[in-house]
């Protein structure tokens, strides 16, 4: 083991691969469900309708409201992909999955190896944030 892992044993790591897969794998699947949510829509509609310089300018329309280096990027993807649903989420899914890394490696450094075991499992099957994972953006 490297100097990173010299406070967590062989089966502390495993187990926290084992619930990293799962986490990713429930992200991945829940990214590939249809979204019948109506901020998503109204979001959508936004990005379509509004242009970039007006995007940044004045914000997205219908009350919304994010980042301005989100709706750059999500405005761009959806222009690349016809706005196709998948490609809109994709950003959120891979943040949702990174986080499930940083999360570990953040335990790794602070805690003991029951306590990152633990810490990772609930993050990784946390139903909150597997839906997050999965929408366009939070509102």
């Known amino acids: ?5 010299a406070n967590m044993s062989r089966s502390a790591f495993w187990l926290s691969a084992i619930f ?3 986490g990713v794998g429930m992200r991945l699947f829940y ?3 249809d979204i019948q ?3 998503y829509y109204f979001l959508k509609a936004g990005l379509v309708t509004t242009s970039l310089k007006d995007l940044l300018i ?3 329309p219908f009350d919304q409201s994010a980042p301005i280096g989100y709706v750059v990027m999500t405005k761009f ?3 690349l992909s016809n706005y196709n649903d998948w490609v809109m ?3 959120s899914c891979l943040a ?3 986080s499930l890394f940083l999360f570990m490696r953040l335990l790794r450094r602070v805690g003991l190896s029951d306590t990152v075991v633990l810490g990772v499992l609930l993050f990784s099957l946390n139903p909150s944030l597997i839906y997050f994972s999965r929408c366009s953006k939070i509102s």
């Open 77 to 79: 993807l959806g222009f």
């Open 31 to 33: 990214w590939g469900i």
């Open 96 to 98: 949702g999955i990174l």
């Open 89 to 91: 989420r994709l950003p």
């Open 1 to 5: 083991m490297d100097k990173c892992d």
């Open 58 to 60: 004045m914000g997205l």
């Open 37 to 39: 949510d109506s901020d």
């Open 20 to 22: 990293i897969s799962l």
